[in-house]
């Protein structure tokens, strides 16, 4: 199994738990088509193997994950903007789905699709110093990956609408208050491995009974809304101005966006 971009540990202490690590901190862990197939690849070969209960999920050297990689998606076409949704709509869907628990251990930057891939795991333990954000926004696109939904289910609209619309950055502290991360931490990988431990020990029949409930239960509802999401951002790549937004990021400059 090829993961050149992933870095998969078997906790010592107890073989029922892994620590996946995002390890392109060059790009301070931004997530790449690489980053997503090996994550689908690798949950799939955890789950035929049956032996791993939880997956704890970090970033490598300090940042969860910065976002999605803009200058692949710069230079990627339709057809590839297509696939790119359809692979992280699919990672997300089976990440919801599996029997599998998934903790994100967060620190420094979780932005974007980073955000979303935490938002996808069931739980989130985020250090003090983290920061979030979906500022997609501000090159001329939305929240692909479920941000829109899943911020709006749990943090409700007022907070959806300001954040999303603005792309501004927020604390650890603010995401708790609203939800989007369980606990706070001055050592979140060491908190997620103790929730790990105990999640562990019960029986893994109601563990996942309970997740099928809620994650389950709550990917069902969303569904459609999650469908209309990723429709919506790959129109911004037909009509809107996303091809301005990115370039201007790549370019380390100021969009120019002008509605004509």
């Known amino acids: 199994m090829n993961l050149d971009f992933l870095e998969l540990v078997v906790c010592d202490t107890s073989p029922q738990i892994r620590i ?3 390890n392109r901190p060059e790009a301070k862990n931004a997530l790449n088509r690489q980053v997503i197939q090996q994550l689908m690849q690798l949950i799939k ?20 994950a910065a976002g999605a990689d803009i200058k692949e998606m710069l230079h990627a076409d339709l057809v590839e903007i297509d696939l790119l949704t359809e692979q992280v709509h699919e990672l997300h869907k089976r990440m919801n ?24 795991c069931d739980i ?20 692909g990956g479920w941000g829109t939904q899943k911020i709006l289910t749990l943090a409700g609209i007022s907070f959806a609408m300001k954040n999303i619309l603005t792309g501004e950055f927020f604390d650890s502290e603010k995401a708790l208050s609203f939800g989007l991360v369980s606990e706070v931490d001055v050592d979140p990988l060491q908190e997620s491995m103790q929730i790990a431990e105990r999640i562990a020990s019960n029986s893994p029949y109601a563990n996942s ?19 209309l999401e990723r429709t919506a951002f790959k129109q911004l790549f037909v009509e809107g101005e996303a091809r301005e937004g990115l370039l201007a990021f790549a370019e380390k400059r100021k969009p120019n966006f002008i509605r004509t």
């Open 20 to 22: 996946v690590t995002l």
């Open 45 to 64: 070969t955890l789950e035929d193997e049956s032996s791993t209960r939880v997956v704890i999920l970090q970033g490598k050297q300090g940042n969860f």
């Open 97 to 120: 789905t599996s029997p599998i628990i998934f903790i994100a251990a967060i620190e420094g930057y979780c932005l974007g699709g980073g955000f979303e891939l935490a938002l996808a």
């Open 124 to 143: 989130r333990i985020a250090s003090p110093q983290a920061v979030f954000g979906l500022p997609e926004v501000k090159l001329g696109i939305l929240p």
């Open 209 to 227: 009974a309970i997740k099928e409930l809620l994650t389950g239960v709550e990917y069902a509802i969303l569904k459609e809304r999650l469908e």
